[in-house]
């Protein structure tokens, strides 16, 4: 990979995205396909929850995608509430999006909407017709059997609604990156991943030293390397009562927040951006969350004459070497392991 984050494949690739529309493809093998996750979605992750991967990992993009494309999303059945598998990440349609040896994948779950409070209500109607009927109240066993017949009848009828939660592998990095703020859904996507490979273990990003007190020496005496701060903090105190103050686009130099620290109030979250180019929200629990690609992402015009996958191909291209020079400015800064390992 060259310093402007590309690599040398990528002609090659987007010649051969080109053979492939047109049946000239040289590549041999199945090509696992399904419905792309979302027409024209933005590219640009906006929240990284961190894991490395494990210093064995040999899957070829190949051998991950036919994993993939064993366990592709499902509707969901009459009787199931929620359904989980893989679907397509970009315009492609194929299960896993590759350039060099980054990779794209992305977790589909549908879910019914069904509130308990739609069962109870309907289960109390029937409830109370069935009362007039059999002439006396209905009791606990009829209830619950109402409302379990309810809720297979209304089940069956339910709207679905589709969640999309994307991973970007870095195979050359070792990093393996979810796109989304919340510890749940990225583990749901975690575990998915080792079902559908067998194994995988994968360890949370973490540092050697404390993420809140590296926080706090920056605030005191600047941010180090190519990192400058930006304008939102939040402190919290280390007492049982969690007191917290937060700044919101407000210059982070003054007395103030120098007395809060010196009060045994702790950063939790602190804006920053690194090399002028990302913005982002770092977290104590090493969350990167709020990534806004300064001069990075412009808009892609309709009707343009570069074709969507190509411009997906250059966007990924962009994003994952950008992402991958930020990661690895943090394990220097936090002295993480990787930073350790790759000294």
Not at 260 to 289: D, M, S, Y
Not at 295 to 301: G, I, K, V, Y
Request: glycine share 8%; hydrophobic share 45%; aromatic share 6%.
């Amino acid at each position: 990979m060259d310093e402007a984050g590309s690599w040398p494949q990528e002609g090659h690739r987007l010649r051969e995205r080109r053979r492939v529309r047109e049946g000239r493809s040289a590549i041999r093998g199945p090509i696992y396909c399904a419905t792309f996750a979302g027409r024209l979605a933005s590219m640009w992750f906006k929240n990284l929850t961190v894991y490395r991967l494990p210093a064995d990992w040999s899957w070829s993009a190949a051998d991950l995608e036919a994993a993939l494309g064993r366990l592709p999303l499902q509707p969901c059945s009459a009787l199931q509430m929620r359904s989980r598998g893989w679907v397509a990440p970009s315009p492609s349609g194929r299960m896993l999006h590759t350039v060099a040896t980054q990779h794209l994948l992305a977790l589909g779950i549908e879910q019914k909407l069904l509130p308990a409070s739609v069962i109870r209500q309907e289960a109390e109607r029937r409830a109370a017709e069935q009362a007039e009927t059999q002439g006396f109240p209905v009791g606990r066993r009829q209830m619950r059997a109402l409302k379990l017949q309810v809720a297979d009848e209304l089940r069956a009828r339910a709207l679905t609604r589709r969640i999309v939660t994307r991973a970007w592998i870095d195979a050359a990095g070792g990093w393996l990156v979810v796109d989304s703020a919340s510890a749940t859904r990225a583990e749901e996507l975690i575990e998915t991943l080792r079902d559908t490979l067998g194994s995988l273990a994968v360890e949370m990003f973490d540092a050697e030293r404390s993420v809140s007190a590296s926080m706090a020496a920056w605030l005191q005496r600047g941010a180090p390397g190519a990192f400058a701060l930006e304008q939102d903090l939040e402190l919290q105190s280390a007492d049982a009562m969690k007191s917290t103050v937060r700044y919101r686009r407000h210059v982070l130099d003054g007395p103030d927040i120098r007395t809060h620290l010196a009060a045994g109030k702790r950063p939790t979250q602190l804006g920053l951006t690194w090399n002028g180019r990302i913005a982002f929200i770092l977290t104590e629990k090493l969350q990167v969350k709020r990534v806004q690609f300064l001069e990075l992402a412009p808009e892609r015009e309709d009707g343009g004459e570069i074709d969507p996958l190509e411009q997906f191909d250059l966007d990924f291209t962009v994003m994952a070497g950008e992402l991958g020079k930020l990661l690895e400015a943090l394990s220097r800064e936090l002295g993480s392991d990787a930073a350790r390992a790759a000294a």
